[in-house]
């Protein structure tokens, strides 16, 4: 079952900061984001184990609780380089079940 | 270093025209899988290859016939193309079943 993305959208200003979130049904064992800019592939950005763990990658963060089967993404002095599609999979059965994206507009 | 390589990055066909989509990756990856992306949608799995020789379906395999030529090649193939088949053909690979996906540049698809 698909992954709950939330907001499906956000607009920011640069150097503010933003949190995507990213909700299942069942149980996860863990849970990847990618980001994808206009016209392009999906880029790997991390990938959270179960166990609750938190992970960074510059001033992009992620958590993940599994009990509450849910992760959220943390942008933090958004830059205009942030902007794109975010996407969170969760596996299941060796594969990954991708949310919907939430679209992520940075100003200047 | 070349990664992933899709053919062609663009492609219009008739209904009913057949194609077949090729996919390369020079990482010596396990794992080799089919998306496609319509509009404001995330990605849906077509078919995907846990490893060199075997295939199985994805979520939307209706239409789409797939073949893991090797450990570099998996291709899909579209028999009978319809309008509805319209989309964004993303090709990845990964080491091993759900790990870091590295992705092709995508094929865009019209079929009228």
């Known amino acids: 079952q698909q992954p709950v993305q939330s907001p499906q959208a956000v607009i920011l200003r640069e150097g503010e900061d933003a949190v995507i979130n990213c909700s299942s049904s069942?149980?996860?064992?863990?849970v990847h984001w990618y980001r994808q800019k206009h016209g392009e592939a999906p880029v790997f950005l991390m990938i959270?184990?179960?166990g609750g763990e938190q992970k960074g990658h510059d001033k992009i963060s992620a958590s993940f609780n599994e009990k509450k089967q849910q992760s959220s993404l943390y942008l933090t002095a958004s830059q205009l380089s942030y902007s794109g599609t975010y996407f969170c999979?969760?596996?299941?059965?060796?594969?990954?079940?991708w949310g919907a994206g939430t679209k992520l507009i940075i100003k200047p | 270093n070349a990664g992933v390589t899709q053919t062609p990055k663009f492609q219009v066909l008739k209904t009913g025209q057949s194609m077949t989509l090729q996919c390369a990756q020079d990482?010596?990856?396990?794992?080799m899988y089919w998306y496609r992306q319509d509009p404001g949608m995330g990605l849906r799995l077509i078919y995907y290859?846990?490893?060199?020789?075997?295939?199985d379906k994805g979520e939307v395999p209706n239409g789409y016939n797939v073949s893991r030529l090797n450990k570099r090649e998996f291709s899909l193939r579209l028999e009978s193309a319809a309008p509805s088949q319209t989309s964004v053909y993303f090709c990845?690979?990964?080491?091993?079943?759900?790990?870091?996906?590295?992705f092709g540049q995508g094929t865009r698809l019209t079929v009228v």
């Open positions: 990845a690979s990964s080491e091993q079943g759900a790990e870091e996906a590295f």
């Open positions: 990482m010596n990856h396990n794992s």
């Open positions: 290859s846990a490893s060199e020789g075997t295939t």
């Open positions: 069942k149980a996860l064992y863990s």
């Open positions: 959270l184990l179960k």
């Open positions: 999979g969760t596996e299941s059965n060796y594969q990954l079940i």
